[in-house]
């Protein structure tokens, strides 16, 4: 099983970036999928993540600008952000679990697979 992070990068405040984590099809297709972030200092947190059902609940920080996303066909999951602030700098990890194990948010519910992270700094 891997994941493998890409997006991440340098940003001026009010900005965008898009994330993106490849996935194998097997993991893809059989667990829920999550965006975690970290940043110095901090725990890791909650950003997006997938419900059985298919739908994403999303951090109170991050609703309305950050919009998680899967193409099912490239294997693919995303995060789009926008309107970005120094308070979005971070790791941001991308997660995936068995989606009966799932528990929202919280990371205790994701033990399953990890990726290495891509960096996203806001200034």
């Known amino acids: 099983v891997q994941l493998v992070e890409s997006g991440g990068g340098s940003v001026q405040a009010g900005g965008s970036l898009r994330l993106s984590c490849d996935a194998s099809?097997?993991?893809?297709?059989?667990?829920?999928m999550a965006w975690f972030r970290q940043a110095p200092g901090k725990e890791r947190g909650g950003v997006a993540v997938?419900?059985?059902?298919?739908?994403?609940t999303y951090a109170d920080s991050v609703k309305g600008r950050f919009t998680a996303s899967r193409d099912n066909t490239k294997n693919t999951l995303y995060l789009q952000m926008s309107n970005l602030n120094p308070e979005d700098t971070a790791m941001y990890y991308c997660?995936?679990?068995?989606?009966?194990?799932?528990?929202?948010?919280?990371?205790?519910?994701?033990?399953?697979?990890w990726g290495q992270g891509t960096q996203v700094t806001v200034s």
């Open positions: 997660a995936s679990e068995r989606c009966a194990a799932v528990t929202g948010l919280d990371l205790l519910g994701w033990q399953g697979y």
């Open positions: 099809k097997y993991t893809f297709n059989k667990h829920c």
């Open positions: 997938e419900e059985g059902d298919g739908t994403f």
